[in-house]
């Protein structure tokens, strides 16, 4: 069901959940201090209570409310807030640890997308919002994605278009000595580090180093971070991945009937031409573009019910591409 942003500030100050847009991908959300809509949400996504959940707050002051805005924390959040960077940095006690999943520390965003906005700062309260979807299914990044992924179990949602990021949040852990990215996403490494003027680690990369090779083995299989382990946001068509077209080609692996998906559209021609039918990400591999597009193609394909999906991405794993390939190695079929 879609409702208006009224309805939604409603049924949030009343401890419900809704799902809303945001720039990144669609959030289910909830009452970040009230552990009943925190319990709701949880439930509602089936997510392990392991995996805490992101606050998202309408300005600085009332993260500061939550937990303790150190300066690295501040630099980055004046570079990039309201946008796509999600800070995990001490908690204070107002917290729960139900949010948290029992850590001491709490991941906190403002988002830019202004419905978000808006409801934030009608409510003036925190917003607990996980990605609206299933846990380990794909994220929606459009209303109606999320009503194709939860069924009759949809929760009312605020229709504000396409998320113009398409990926998850990056997630940068700063309550420690070393800034870690624990979660690559449009804000790159290479971002943060020109902002904190220093060396930024990257934990955990379910994808092999160096390049991608299909059916390769060897990833990290460690859950360094909660909730982030090696399958996730995944179809559930069986889905294949091909670091170029000719590995797709000489795979064999394609049957009739078969859907394929191509990062770069400028590949589709040759594939057209031997008579696939495919689907395009991008015009021209535009890492934006292919991150805006992507699971919304997933979501539509997967609803298709084909035997199989077989998506090539040609990207080099730097930059945005590296948040793509890590969520393509976590969709992938293992
Ligand atoms: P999602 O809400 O599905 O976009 O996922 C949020 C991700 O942020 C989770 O998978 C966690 O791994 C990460 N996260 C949230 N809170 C923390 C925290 N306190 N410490 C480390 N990672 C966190
Ligand atoms: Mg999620």
Redesign the pocket.
Known sequence: MLITIDDAVTRLAGGDVVALPSE??Y?LAGLALNEQAIAKIYALKG?PAT????VHVAHLQQAEELCYVNSQAKRVGEAYWPGPI?L?LP?KKSVPGLV??G?Q???IRIPRHPVFLEVLTRLNQPLA???ANPSNRT?PTEARHVEELFGKKCPPTVDGGKCAVGL??T?L?L?GDQPTI??PGLITRAQIQDCLQRQVGLFQDPSPDPPAKVGQTGRNQGAP????GSVHYAPRTPLALYPTVEEFLISAKFKPGDLVIVADGKDATQLDAKGYLTTPLSTDGCPEEVAQNLYGVLIELDAKNAPSMHLIFTGAREGINRAIWDRLYRAETK
């Open positions: 990144t991908v959030g997510r995996n805490p959940l992101i999600t995990v908690k948290t999943a850590n520390t709490v991941a919002a996980p990605s994220s998850e949040s997630v852990d309550s624990l979660r971070s909660p909730g982030m």
